[in-house]
């Protein structure tokens, strides 16, 4: 088992003016991808790595839940620390990987802060962590596995209707999906995508689902793949249900979790799907620990190669 290191560092303090600051550019920065950005790549490598000897890898996909009403959140509420919290549910129940949402700069610092044998991937969603924190998420994975590649694709979430944008500004947000391919210990090389979806338009939803499903598609082509997120859409929303069906003629198939809660069963919005050269070996729903630090439940999963 690995030791969480111990983070020093200061909470970022709260000052007025740069929170009114933030606020005033928050209305034109989710413009920013549409002018700057298509998709960021890059090539890393995790410098620490350790080797695992269990047939089959652990996967989890968990919305850490940004709190908006404070655009410099760390993972800190009152005198609760969820970034040492997921720290160590990841190191006392040894992830390979966790695919997180909502995850934005302070959480982030602070989590990689815990993990010195991690790495966290991707890249934040308005186009960088310096122009603001509002609502300015990275759909990471955060992983102690060799780290091939990794690249951010920007989705489509501008509506035909502009004007919708004036009625929803901070609803109509960019939207991105991470794709890296990790050489696992116990099934190799395996593309792992990770997002976060629109919940506002079925517009902008669709649009997103057809852009994630070709990214899904050309990754399989070359690779195992898993897919995790918060699709923001229950199962059975047509538009969704199509999206599933569609993955399912190329091999890639939905996470069945056994143990959802029944009140949970029709409305919850996070999922995973596997490809057919990997083998499901088990599934929970993790609703208490970990999860309590976010209003939504922990997806855990564990897959073998085929």
Sequence with gaps: MKNLKIYKKEPI?????RKALSLALALGVYLAPI???QNVSSIQNVPYKVQRTARFERIASFNLKDRYNDIFYNGVVGDKDYAKTVAEYLVDNDISLLGTQELVAGYSDRLEGYLPLYGIYGEYRQGGRALVSYANERCGIVTDEEVISTTTT???YVPKN???ILKNPFDIMPRVATVSVINFDSIGETAVINTHLDYKLDEIQESQLDALYNLIEEAKANYP???MGDFNMILNKPIFRNFILRLEKIGIYLVQFSNTKENDKNIRIDQAFISNNLVLEGAKLVYDGVALTSDHPLLEFEVSRK
């Design 13 to 17: 303090k709260h000052h007025l003016f």
């Design 35 to 37: 002018l700057t950005h």
């Design 154 to 156: 920007w989705l489509p």
């Design 162 to 164: 502009l004007g919708m």
């Design 225 to 227: 793949v898993i897919v």
